[in-house]
């Protein structure tokens, strides 16, 4: 196997990251916003044809992040069941299958169910594999940084390196892809494709970490958003449609340099004071 090499493409200028989001909408923008059809929304929880039915959509690397997707579902034909609890005995599973990242391993687990973040996560490394084929060359210390738990085995918590900044309460996309690897930047609602990742926080509390297949206007004019993750909806993974009245903002982040990978720093920190992007009516 040729050993593949990806030198830093430029350093990110993350004092100019612009952090504050949107507060409000302009009064009539639902027009810009892309909308799926009916066929688009009605493909059901469970299906494989993320990567078939939207990447005519998507933009960049998206299409690496819904094979993704399809990879990841494909590890559960059923949703493989949702369970979410840090002080769960065995150890609770981010994602119901053995993942790595090019051959290095990122999780073990005796556990079928997954919980959102741990399913976003999962799409992305799949992504990641699915770009760089013949990688060999990430380093140790980026390795364990992406890795889902301590090498002891135990829970990695939020805030700690990669995935514990993906997985953290609020945005945690933004915290990892965009601030912490520069592998993304933030984007707003009207430019989301299929393929972005979104952290979504509802109007009566909590959040969820989800990606973005769509928005979407019934024939009485219900606006609704289309996402994959994992949740109880849809027995953990799989597609589900929520009304936009739900949404109190979101947050989306785009797949823009997946070279950075290679190059970030483990150790750089990042701020939580990411405030969210209200959706047009």
């Avoid at 990879?71 to 053995?98: C, H, M, R, S």
């Amino acid at each position: 196997m040729t050993k593949i090499i990806y030198p830093i493409i430029a350093l990110l200028l993350f004092s100019s990251l612009k952090l504050s989001g949107q507060t409000e909408p302009d009064s009539d923008n639902w027009a810009k916003y892309f909308k799926l059809n009916k066929e688009e929304v009605s493909l059901g929880a469970h299906h494989l044809k993320h990567s078939e039915t939207f990447s005519k959509y998507s933009v960049g690397y998206n299409k690496a992040v819904l094979k993704g997707i399809d990879i990841v579902q494909e590890t559960a034909p059923e949703g493989g069941g949702y369970f979410a609890d840090i002080k769960a005995i065995p150890l609770e599973a981010p994602i119901g299958y053995n993942i790595k990242i090019f051959d290095k391993e990122l999780f073990n687990t005796s556990r079928k169910t997954s919980y959102c973040s741990g399913a976003s996560y999962a799409a992305f490394i799949e992504a990641l594999n699915t770009l760089f084929p013949d990688a060999d060359s990430l380093t140790d210390d980026r390795a364990e940084a992406l890795r889902m738990v301590e090498p002891d085995d135990g829970r990695r918590e939020d805030g700690i390196k990669f995935w514990g900044k993906w997985n953290d309460d609020g945005p945690g996309t933004h915290f990892a892809l965009v601030q912490y690897s520069g592998i993304g930047k933030r984007i707003s609602p009207e430019e989301a494709r299929p393929g972005d990742f979104l952290n979504i926080n509802w109007n009566k509390g909590g959040g969820h970490s989800v990606i973005f297949l769509g928005w979407y206007e019934d024939e009485a004019g219900k606006k609704s958003l289309l996402y994959w993750s994992s949740q109880q909806g849809t027995n953990g993974l799989g597609d589900q449609l929520v009304s936009i009245e739900r949404i109190k903002s979101i947050v989306a982040v785009r797949l823009t340099n997946p070279e950075n990978i290679f190059t970030f720093d483990p150790a750089r920190q990042y701020s939580r004071n990411i405030p969210g992007d209200v959706i047009g009516k």
